[in-house]
């Protein structure tokens, strides 16, 4: 069965910021890339969002190319998954989010 997947405004907010960034920093393929991998890692989350947990209520999901990490929520009864947040890996550790 297809879980149904909401993205919040800090994530997208994320999403962007990376693409941006990759945009200025390195180049618009890079910035592409970055968004497929984000694509993969959302569809997964369509098909079987039970990964690891990061706390008692938070799960994530590392991308396949890219260093970042999706952290979520899952609502079995409403077969739903609430993205809360894209974090990349190589940022300082500070804004990380907290347990």
């Given at each position: 069965?297809?879980?149904?997947?909401?993205?919040?405004?800090?994530?997208?907010?994320?999403?962007?910021?990376?693409?941006?960034?990759?945009?200025?920093?390195?180049?618009?393929?890079?910035?592409?890339?970055?968004?497929?991998?984000?694509?993969?890692a959302y569809k997964a989350l369509q098909k079987n969002p039970f990964y690891q947990f990061h706390d008692n209520n938070y799960r994530f999901l590392p991308f396949d190319k890219f260093?970042?990490?999706?952290?979520?929520?899952?609502?079995?009864?409403?077969?739903?998954?609430?993205?809360?947040?894209?974090?990349?890996?190589?940022?300082?550790?500070?804004?990380?989010?907290?347990?």
């Amino acid at each position: 069965m297809s879980y149904k997947v909401i993205v919040s405004p800090i994530a997208l907010k994320n999403v962007e910021d990376a693409v941006e960034y990759y945009v200025k920093e390195v180049n618009k393929k890079v910035a592409l890339d970055f968004l497929v991998d984000y694509r993969r890692a959302y569809k997964a989350l369509q098909k079987n969002p039970f990964y690891q947990f990061h706390d008692n209520n938070y799960r994530f999901l590392p991308f396949d190319k890219f260093p970042c990490i999706a952290f979520f929520i899952v609502d079995e009864p409403s077969k739903t998954v609430f993205i809360n947040a894209v974090f990349n890996t190589y940022q300082n550790d500070n804004t990380y989010p907290i347990k």
